[in-house]
C-alpha cells in the first residue's frame, strides 16, 4: 500500500493506494473517523459488486452502517438526489460527527461530497473511489458539486474528504472503455505538470491499453497522478489562481457532455477531446 498525504493549510488527509483496501476499510478508517456511526452511498452496479465487503468490514471494526442507493449515472448528480440522502441520513440518525462514505466512481463521490458539505452544516465523508477517474483525480482535492440544467457542477463546495481509499483491485473488473477514459485525466496530468510521466505512459500506452491492465504500470500511473494532483492542490486549494491547470480539457470536455445530454461520452472521453480541441485554438 502506498499512501500519499494531501498537505493543506486546514485540512491535511492521506490518499491510500493499493490492492484489497474496500476489504480492510474499517480497519483502516477506525483510527481516523470521529464517530462510529456511518452512512454509505452507492450505485446498484458499486453496490452489488462491493457493498457488501465493505459492509462486512466496517463491522467488524465497530461501525454503525446505514446505507442509500443512488441511481447509475450524471442525472443522480442533482439537488433532487441531494435531497434524498438529506432525508436518509435524518431517518438514520446521522449527526455532525458522522460520516458518509463515497463508494464508487466521480458522480457518487461529488454528490457524496456535496451532500457532506451541506448537510447538518457540514460533516465529514470518505472517498472510495472504483473508476481509475475517480482514483486519480476526482475523489481527490475537495470539489464536490451537483448540476443543474444550465451546466455541470453550477452548485459545489470546497470540502476535503477525511480520507480516499483507492483499491486498484476492483480496477481490474472493469470495461476496457472506463480504463481508456480514466487514462484521459492521466494524460492530462503528464501534459500539465510532468513531462517526464507523459513520456512514461508514452513508451507504455500498450501496457495500459491492454484488457486487464499491467498492474506496475497501472499502479504507477494512479500513484503519480494523485502525486501530482496533491502538490497542485497543496499550492492553490481553492482554485486562485495555479489549481485552475486541472481544468486543461474541461471547459469544451463539459461542454461536449451538456450538449450530448451525459449520454454520448465518459467524462474522461470528453476530457480527452477537451484537451485536443483546446489545444488546437492554442
Not at 72 to 101: C, H, I, M, N, P
Not at 121 to 135: E, I, M, N, W
Not at 150 to 177: E, I
Not at 218 to 230: C, D, F, M, Q
Request: charged share 20%.
Amino acid at each position: 500500500m502506498k499512501t500519499i498525504r494531501i498537505s493543506l493549510k486546514d485540512d491535511s488527509y492521506d490518499v491510500y493506494i493499493g490492492k484489497g483496501l474496500l476489504e480492510r476499510v474499517g480497519e483502516l478508517l477506525q483510527p481516523i473517523l470521529p464517530s462510529s456511526r456511518v452512512m454509505l452511498v452507492a450505485d446498484p452496479i458499486v453496490y452489488r459488486l462491493y457493498g457488501q465487503k465493505c459492509i462486512d468490514s466496517l463491522c467488524s471494526a465497530g461501525f454503525q452502517v446505514a446505507e442509500s442507493l443512488i441511481k447509475v449515472g450524471e442525472e443522480s448528480k442533482s439537488l433532487e438526489q441531494a435531497q434524498k440522502l438529506y432525508e436518509a441520513a435524518l431517518a438514520a440518525g446521522l449527526d455532525r460527527k458522522s460520516t458518509f462514505l463515497a463508494l464508487g466512481g466521480g458522480v457518487t463521490g461529488d454528490l457524496t461530497g456535496f451532500v457532506a458539505a451541506t448537510y447538518l452544516r457540514g460533516t465529514g465523508y470518505v472517498q472510495l473511489p472504483t473508476t481509475l477517474l475517480a482514483q486519480v483525480d476526482s475523489s481527490v482535492g475537495g470539489k464536490v458539486a451537483v448540476n443543474l440544467p444550465q451546466g455541470k457542477n453550477l452548485v459545489g463546495a470546497f470540502h476535503q474528504p477525511l480520507a480516499v481509499l483507492a483499491d486498484t483491485s476492483v480496477l481490474f473488473s472493469l470495461p476496457a472503455r472506463h480504463i481508456k477514459a480514466g487514462l484521459g485525466e492521466v494524460i492530462k496530468y503528464g501534459i500539465i505538470w510532468d513531462e517526464v510521466f507523459f513520456n512514461y505512459l508514452e513508451e507504455n500506452i500498450s501496457c495500459l491499453l491492454t484488457n486487464p491492465p499491467e498492474p506496475t504500470v497501472l499502479a504507477k500511473a494512479i500513484a503519480r497522478s494523485v502525486e501530482i494532483k496533491a502538490e497542485i492542490v497543496g499550492r492553490d486549494e481553492k482554485e486562485g489562481n495555479s489549481r485552475r491547470v486541472l481544468n486543461f480539457g474541461h471547459t469544451y470536455g463539459h461542454a461536449l457532455e451538456a450538449a450530448t445530454n451525459y449520454q454520448a461520452y465518459y467524462h474522461g472521453e470528453a476530457v480527452l477531446a477537451g484537451m485536443a480541441m483546446a489545444a488546437k485554438l492554442a
